[in-house]
């Protein structure tokens, strides 16, 4: 049985960071990312600069469906927190095909400073390794990895915090609100999969209000998080870009999964 080396990207910094920290360590390692067909444009952009700085193609898996005919098939339920069909259908199950029945070591870009585990393989060929953590590498550390190979940050930070489908339901209303000013054309077509029912059933992205509200309020929306930040920051020191990721990261449950 073959023995491969994959290494999950998310799109997002610390996936990115490790696929620079593994160049050259391992023989043929294998660099994935399961694309929804749904990602942000900056997010291909991204991985774009990657590819050309690993020297690499990376693997781009699918379902082999586009969203809008998924969403079909589950009677138009838009996927939530509860019902996260859409990781299981549109990432997941993919990545676990390529990984097959090979022995697969699986490189996964959770940091030391970080209390979580990724998404780790339930099948018993795919062995997970944490580089970051066994070498004790933390965010200030991804960072320097990052700047010094020239790819930085996703240019998606500037608005949103986290890689992703636009319209993840994990994203907070100022982010929608940065969806909405950066791609409209998106906001339309994640406002256009919304669907208020006469009997008062709604699907919406955010509970209890659609992208209408917030397209509507998006001035108090922003104020609001800016309120909360600056509440947030009095008396501490202040933060780095980075810092504020980490720190986010380790408050919210976000799209785990999808942030292999
Ligand atoms: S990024 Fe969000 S919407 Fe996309 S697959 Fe992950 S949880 Fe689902």
Redesign the pocket.
């Known amino acids: 049985m073959a023995v491969r080396h994959v290494l999950g990207l998310s799109g997002g910094k610390d996936s990115t960071a490790l696929a620079i920290f593994m160049k050259g360590k391992v023989e043929s390692i294998e660099y994935v990312f399961c694309d929804?067909g749904?990602e942000l444009p900056e997010t291909y952009e991204y991985l774009d600069k990657l590819e050309t700085f690993l020297g690499q193609k990376i693997a781009r898996l699918n379902s082999g469906k586009p969203f809008e005919h998924l969403l079909e098939i589950y009677s138009n339920y838009l996927?939530s927190a509860q019902r996260?069909w859409?990781?299981t259908i549109?990432?997941l199950q993919p990545l676990e095909k390529f990984f097959g029945n090979d022995t697969v070591y699986s490189y996964i870009g959770i940091r030391a400073d970080e209390n979580r585990e990724g998404y780790v393989s339930s099948k018993p060929n795919v062995i997970p390794v944490f580089p970051f953590k066994e070498a004790g590498l933390g965010i200030k550390d991804i960072q320097q990895i990052l700047d010094k190979a020239g790819v930085g940050l996703p240019k998606y930070y500037e608005w949103r915090s986290r890689?992703?489908?636009y319209?993840?339901?994990?994203q907070q209303q100022q982010e929608w609100v940065g969806l909405l000013e950066h791609h409209p054309d998106l906001f339309a077509k994640a406002k256009k999969m919304e669907k208020i029912l006469p009997d008062g059933r709604s699907y919406t992205w955010v509970r209890g209000r659609d992208l209408s509200f917030i397209e509507a309020n998006k001035d108090q929306i922003i104020l609001n998080a800016q309120k909360r930040l600056t509440e947030k920051l009095a008396n501490k020191k202040p933060k780095t870009l980075f810092e504020q990721f980490a720190e986010k990261g380790a408050e919210d449950d976000g799209?785990l999964?999808?942030e292999l």
């Open positions: 929804t749904s996927p996260r859409c990781t549109m990432k890689s992703g489908c319209f993840c339901f994990f799209c999964v999808c």
